[in-house]
């Protein structure tokens, strides 16, 4: 059976614009907090296949987006490379023994290895697919390797990058060869959960606005251009969707085998069109806090609406939902996209 979400991002001629959600297997949906809170803690949920099926599927079911995502965390990468992973409660994640030097990097292990620890992500796709509707794409994703292995040289989360930009500056090959070690990680990662049975694949590099602009192909989009290259020559029926948040000042530079480019909310939809429209279909890009009101986020579908005419688009938020959105109003989101965009 034909997949509206998958049609779209070919720009193939669809009855309406699909629309999912960037983080919408979460903290926003009072079932998730159930399954949650029966795992016990974020990691031991991203570990259970039933259970991260379970939310997976939530807003599918719930919400009516058009697409499921299988819920999972990017950082379950350098949790299987060897690094010590937890999640302190109002700080995020954490990792005990953050990359300071070679011989750190060296611990790690990659490749294959790595790739193949990674099993209980593989099992929640294949128990996705066993549930999800025929109609609905499932979703699988990875962070970038430059937002990778900012968490692994900081250690956490960051607001300065100074620790990685100090590296970026003062000691540039370490931080290549880092990025060589997750990329090649991140690669067979990707195509196993290929072969699980994704349908679409999305790349995220929440912290690409970090890097200044001359320094941006070289530290992260050429080696995201290099996963895409990888999985496109294989698995060419896959769409590849890129994600880089914050990035307007580089649109004209962006390049790569690849179908979708997520357009984040501090770029204007319009500016993205003229710059990538006849190059990439276009995601996005509803800045999340809308969501807060139903009458700003039906000016802001039908604005969208308006300058994408219904082609070559996907509809998303320009980030994730936030938390404390209202399920009410995420469905009311998804109605407005679906009500617009009706051929």
Known sequence: MSKIFVDACFGKETPYTPVWMMRQAGRYLPEYMAVRAQAGDFLNLCHNPEMACEVSLQPVDIVGVDAAIMFSDILVIPDEMGMDLSFVKGEGPKFSDPIKNEADLEKLIGGEEAASKLTY??????????????????????????TLATYMIEGQG????????????????????ILRKVTDVVKLYMEKQIQAGIDVVQIFDSWASAIEPGKYDEFSWK????????????????????????????????????????????????FAKERLGDKYILQGNMEPCRLYSKEATTKCV??????????????????????????????HFINECHRVSGK
């Not at 540039?172 to 060869?177: I, Q, R, S, T």
């Not at 251009?225 to 294989?234: F, S, T």
């Open 121 to 146: 992500v593989y099992e929640t796709i294949e128990l996705i697919k066993t549930k999800l509707a025929d109609d609905k794409a499932l979703i699988g994703f990875t962070g970038a390797p430059w």
């Open 158 to 177: 960051t607001k300065t990058y100074n620790v990685c930009k100090k590296m970026m500056y003062s000691n540039p090959e370490l931080l290549h060869k």
């Open 223 to 270: 080696y995201m251009v290099e996963i895409a290259e990888y999985l496109k020559e294989k698995y060419p029926h896959i769409p590849i969707i890129m994600f880089p948040k914050g990035i307007p000042a580089f649109l004209d530079k962006v390049y790569g085998n690849f179908d979708v480019f997520g357009v984040d909310w501090s770029t204007p939809m319009s």
């Open 302 to 331: 039908e604005a969208i609406q308006e300058t994408m005419q219904g082609k070559r688009h996907i509809f998303n938020l320009g980030h994730g939902i936030l938390p404390d959105v209202p399920v009410e109003n995420a469905k």
